[in-house]
């Protein structure tokens, strides 16, 4: 029973994360800001940070299993 929700709570965790990172690095690479009024530096790693942390977050669930 408890297999549905981890597998689908991991997926989507892994692919936010994995998709945020993508975004995350195609702007840095561009030079184009990740968030509006925000140091540029900062914005960065903030997203680098949480889209570390949400593909963590989907690999610890999809190891649950």
């Known amino acids: 029973m408890e297999r ?11 692919l936010f994360g994995s998709g945020l990172l993508a975004w995350t690095t195609v702007r840095v690479r561009q030079r184009r800001p990740v968030a509006q009024g925000v ?3 900062a914005s960065a790693t903030l997203a680098g940070l949480v889209s570390v ?9 999809l190891t649950r299993l």
Do not use: M, N
């Not at 549905?4 to 892994?14: K, L, Q, R």
């Not at 942390?53 to 669930?61: A, E, N, R, S």
């Open 53 to 61: 942390i949400t593909l963590t977050l989907g690999t610890w669930c």
């Open 39 to 41: 140091s540029p530096v």
């Open 4 to 14: 549905g929700p981890a597998i689908f709570a991991g997926v989507v965790f892994a």
